[in-house]
């Protein structure tokens, strides 16, 4: 299987200057407008997960980074989906018992809440599109090493090497 590859600013190894230019035309090349971000899609759940959205497109505005445009829109919202089915689930399991006692024609016994399953299969679900659209700590702290390596360029260009 094929690595992943790496924005230019992540590369490690040698690079020749051709190879380095090339590697800044192909990263110019995906970037992706954001209009389809200006307001939720129609096709998420409810009104919390269209405020998630909202609170996650004016974060990312803040940032100095452009991480997530247009063809990020469906992971966005798959995200938004999942963590208001999340809260949704946790605060009914907040007045409810974690193990529950099930009676069946043998007796009685003590089982887990159903809804900690459901519960746990959001959290997976918000973890991995966290991943995919920039929302997790390692992936914000690797675009902003990008961004500080090409502030740090744009310095060394303009006043040299100091």
């Not at 991480?67 to 089915?85: H, K, P, Q, T």
């Amino acid at each position: 299987m094929a690595k992943n590859r790496k924005p230019l600013g992540m590369q490690k190894g040698n690079l020749t200057v051709e190879q380095q230019e090339n590697k800044k035309q192909e990263e110019a090349m995906i970037t992706t407008g954001k209009e389809m971000l200006e307001k939720p899609p129609s096709w998420l759940i409810d009104a919390k997960a269209k405020n998630e959205f909202k609170r996650l497109v004016s974060e990312f505005k803040k940032m100095q980074i452009d991480v997530i445009g247009n063809l990020d829109v469906n992971n966005l919202g798959c995200y938004c989906n999942a963590f208001s089915s999340y809260i949704s689930v946790t605060k009914e399991l907040k007045n409810k018992d974690k193990v529950i006692e099930k009676h069946t024609e043998r007796g009685s016994f003590l089982i887990k809440n159903p809804l900690l399953d459901v519960q746990k299969q959001y959290s997976e679900e918000m973890r991995k599109f966290a991943a995919m659209c920039g929302l997790t700590i390692d992936s914000r702290l690797k675009a902003a090493t990008i961004a500080r390596e090409e502030i740090d360029n744009d310095i060394k260009e303009e006043f040299g090497d100091i």
